[in-house]
């Protein structure tokens, strides 16, 4: 069974850099398609960026096509969001979230998330 914890996040200036981790203690991750998804408050859960379990595709939300990378780290059981030239609307609860088949935008699809890491960025 997947168990997903996130962390790395925090607060960080405009402009400023961050990478978020996800790591799966249930050594299942590598057969599942990753994702991260952030939430600000009373707004829906958002995609971010998905990447298939060999690491050979990955898709972004329009927003942060560009200054965010999504990988992984199958040996560590571990995937990865570099976020860089963040902006104020980059804040928010991101989660990371797994599915045993392909990568997926909707958050309705992933039966299996993290509790979340906090991501503040200051204008």
């Known amino acids: 069974q997947v168990q997903l914890v996130e962390s790395g996040g925090g607060l960080v200036q405009a402009g400023g850099s961050l990478e978020l981790s996800c790591a799966d203690s249930?050594?299942?991750?590598?057969?599942?398609?990753m994702a991260w998804f952030r939430q600000a408050p009373g707004n829906e859960r958002t995609f971010v960026a998905t990447?298939?379990?060999?690491?050979?595709?990955?898709y972004y939300a329009d927003s942060v096509k560009g200054r965010f990378t999504i990988s992984r780290d199958s040996a560590k059981n571990t995937v990865y969001l570099q976020m860089t030239s963040l902006k104020s609307e980059d804040t928010g609860v991101y989660f990371c979230?797994?599915?045993?088949?392909?990568?997926?935008?909707?958050?309705?699809?992933?039966?299996?998330w993290g509790q979340g890491t906090q991501v503040t960025v200051s204008s």
């Open positions: 979230a797994a599915h045993p088949l392909f990568p997926k935008t909707n958050y309705r699809e992933y039966k299996n």
């Open positions: 249930g050594r299942t991750f590598g057969g599942h398609a």
């Open positions: 990447i298939a379990w060999s690491g050979g595709f990955t």
